[in-house]
């Protein structure tokens, strides 16, 4: 247990619907990220943020996904419209820092299932 | 562009040793090595920065050749727990986020 924590683990929904996922970070790391990765394959960079500011989001993300850190705390994480595509594991990691030369604490995961 | 990781996979006898290599093709501030076991999140296991610095766990050992863009991790002595998949992840100047590699997957059997 990293200390980085996710809800919900699994979520089974289907295509057309809307779905929210949460990250608690570790309290004191100002850096929180969200990642996707599918079977095989390493996780890749969706989007990241600062305490609550959103610095970066990935250009290959659809404008179905959107991301926010309210007062710099957790974060969620919407896909609307899911498609089967999406289906996948969400990953969040914090850190304290610049992600450069900081470690970056994982959570457990949600696993999306589109049917 | 991801980085590539050789060899894909390998699989080795407890004891035995195994290096694993990733390459950029950016000019890259750090390197991070990850393992990840199935169904379970990536680990922390080493942050190797431009200039020589590195960051990790005292078992594990990693080299950095800037001039290359490459990295390598150096298992030594493996044991049935060092089983999974390894990421490197790199940071490229003008970039603050992890670009993760293609994966080695590393099978120890006793």
């Known amino acids: 247990d990293t200390g980085v924590s996710q809800n919900p683990r699994h979520k089974i929904t289907k295509r057309g619907q809307n779905v929210t996922f949460r990250c608690d970070p570790i309290?004191?790391?100002?850096?929180l990220y969200w990642y996707r990765q599918t079977l095989g394959q390493g996780p890749e960079f969706l989007t990241y943020f600062q305490n609550e500011a959103q610095l970066e989001k990935s250009r290959l993300l659809s404008d179905r996904f959107s991301a926010e850190r309210p007062k710099g705390s957790f974060s969620t994480l919407e896909i609307q419209r899911t498609e089967q595509g999406d289906s996948a594991m969400y990953l969040c990691a914090t850190s304290k820092g610049l992600a450069d030369y900081n470690e970056q604490f994982f959570g457990p995961g949600t696993r999306l299932t589109v049917l | 562009q991801q980085p590539v990781q050789s060899p894909q996979a390998v699989i080795l006898r407890e004891g035995e040793d195994a290096v694993i290599n990733c390459s950029s093709s950016?000019?890259?501030?750090?390197v991070h090595w990850y393992r990840q076991k199935h169904g379970e999140a990536p680990v922390f296991l080493m942050i190797l920065l431009k200039g020589g610095e590195q960051k990790g766990h005292e078992k594990i050992s990693a080299s950095f050749n800037e001039k290359k863009q490459q990295s390598s991790l150096y298992l030594t002595a493996s044991q049935l727990s060092y089983s999974g998949t390894y990421f490197c992840?790199?940071?490229?100047?003008?970039?603050?986020?992890?670009?993760f590699g293609t994966g080695t997957r590393l099978t120890i059997i006793p």
């Open positions: 950016k000019a890259l501030y750090s």
């Open positions: 309290s004191e790391h100002n850096r």
């Open positions: 992840g790199t940071v490229d100047f003008g970039n603050e986020k992890l670009t």
